[in-house]
């Protein structure tokens, strides 16, 4: 694939959506934080699943299933390398939210109890606050607030240390404000944090689509991100848990591909990423994600570091 210039005509020919007109004018879309618009070639992704080679993965003998699962678990792995990552710590989710929501039933519901604290920012988006109200209702323990410095609009470390304490047993924290774009000091926030043995959720849905990262590197216990906020259909996104710790986290849902056996005596649980799977995934989704994660890299490492630079575009 060829590196073109910055220019607008290169981005509408990217994004098929940006041919359309709104009151009269060529379309300019400002709210990707929201959601972004799909390239075409992970629109050609979702096109080619279903056109080509629909079928289920991980049952059947059939040569088509054997393709599905062939692509699916790579796209998996293609999303591991995105993050820097191993594989068996990817985990199919719908979304940030529900990956979120799997951290807390499965992970704290085991593993936090009354007189525990969970810190969580002030900055948060709902979806990584209102998960650990319920997992704090469900066991007893306190929801700690991390406050915003309102002249700042930052998380101040020095604030942060002050809350923590051997009672401390999970700090939630976004890696990127959805409000005020700050970027977290979280390479800080992980380290003090696992001072006093506590595990970092890090909500990473507004930063992987503007930073590389590194998850081998950051050392975060889990973090998580949406694939519609990266150029992916919506419906599709990933959790990635330190391998050790999903092992030893009990299955949330309960269904088809998250067993190894089931009878009416017993059932034997997969090990992870498939206990977490539970039911026919969204395998078109996957595939579009690791297309959408693909492209996303490239226009990370073109980014200009400085304001002045050109900016190219290669989809
Ligand atoms: C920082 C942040 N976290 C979590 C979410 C929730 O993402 P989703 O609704 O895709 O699960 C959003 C969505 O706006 C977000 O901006």
């Given at each position: 694939?060829?590196?073109?210039?910055?220019?607008?005509?290169?981005?509408?020919?990217?994004?098929?959506?940006?041919?359309?007109?709104?009151?009269?004018?060529?379309?300019?879309?400002?709210?990707?934080?929201?959601?972004?618009?799909?390239?075409?070639?992970?629109?050609?992704?979702?096109?080619?699943?279903?056109?080509?080679?629909?079928?289920?993965?991980?049952?059947?003998?059939?040569?088509?299933?054997?393709?599905?699962?062939?692509r699916f678990e790579a796209a998996r792995k293609t999303v591991a390398d995105f993050l820097g990552a191993p594989v068996?710590?990817?985990?199919?989710?719908?979304?940030?939210?529900?990956?979120?929501?799997?951290?807390?039933?499965?992970?704290?519901?085991?593993?936090?109890?009354?007189?525990?604290?969970?810190?969580?920012?002030?900055?948060?988006?709902?979806?990584?606050?209102?998960?650990?109200?319920?997992?704090?209702?469900?066991?007893?323990?306190?929801?700690?607030?991390?406050?915003?410095?309102?002249?700042?609009?930052?998380?101040?470390?020095?604030?942060?240390?002050?809350?923590?304490?051997?009672?401390?047993?999970?700090?939630?924290?976004?890696?990127?404000?959805?409000?005020?774009?700050?970027?977290?000091?979280?390479?800080?926030?992980?380290?003090?944090?696992?001072?006093?043995?506590?595990?970092?959720?890090?909500?990473?849905?507004?930063?992987?689509?503007?930073?590389?990262?590194?998850?081998?590197?950051?050392?975060?216990?889990?973090?998580?991100?949406?694939?519609?906020?990266?150029?992916?259909?919506?419906?599709?996104?990933?959790?990635?848990?330190?391998?050790?710790?999903?092992?030893?986290?009990?299955?949330?849902?309960?269904?088809?591909?998250?067993?190894?056996?089931?009878?009416?005596?017993?059932?034997?649980?997969?090990?992870?990423?498939?206990?977490?799977?539970?039911?026919?995934?969204?395998?078109?989704?996957?595939?579009?994600?690791?297309?959408?994660?693909?492209?996303?890299?490239?226009?990370?490492?073109?980014?200009?570091?400085?304001?002045?630079?050109?900016?190219?575009?290669?989809?």
């Open positions: 694939m060829t590196t073109r210039p910055f220019e607008i005509e290169a981005i509408r020919q990217a994004f098929p959506s940006l041919s359309h007109h709104a009151s009269q004018q060529p379309l300019v879309y400002l709210d990707s934080a929201a959601t972004s618009q799909k390239p075409k070639q992970v629109i050609d992704a979702i096109s080619q699943y279903y056109s080509g080679a629909t079928a289920n993965v991980h049952r059947g003998s059939h040569a088509l299933t054997t393709a599905a699962t062939n068996r710590g990817i985990v199919w989710t719908r979304g940030a939210t529900e990956a979120l929501n799997l951290i807390a039933q499965s992970y704290a519901r085991q593993n936090v109890k009354a007189g525990d604290e969970i810190i969580v920012s002030e900055m948060e988006h709902h979806a990584n606050i209102v998960p650990w109200q319920i997992v704090a209702e469900q066991t007893g323990a306190t929801i700690v607030k991390w406050p915003v410095d309102p002249t700042t609009c930052t998380l101040d470390l020095t604030v942060f240390e002050t809350l923590l304490s051997e009672k401390t047993k999970l700090v939630a924290i976004g890696h990127v404000s959805n409000v005020t774009g700050t970027r977290n000091p979280i390479e800080a926030v992980i380290q003090k944090a696992h001072s006093v043995g506590a595990v970092v959720v890090v909500d990473g849905a507004q930063a992987v689509v503007h930073e590389t990262v590194n998850l081998s590197e950051l050392d975060a216990d889990f973090y998580v991100f949406s694939g519609h906020k990266l150029f992916a259909p919506a419906g599709i996104g990933a959790l990635y848990g330190k391998p050790s710790l999903l092992d030893a986290m009990p299955p949330w849902h309960g269904g088809g591909k998250m067993v190894e056996k089931v009878s009416f005596s017993g059932t034997h649980f997969a090990a992870s990423p498939a206990k977490f799977e539970a039911g026919t995934p969204n395998v078109a989704g996957a595939i579009a994600l690791a297309e959408a994660s693909i492209g996303t890299t490239r226009l990370i490492a073109l980014k200009p570091k400085s304001t002045s630079a050109r900016f190219n575009i290669d989809w």
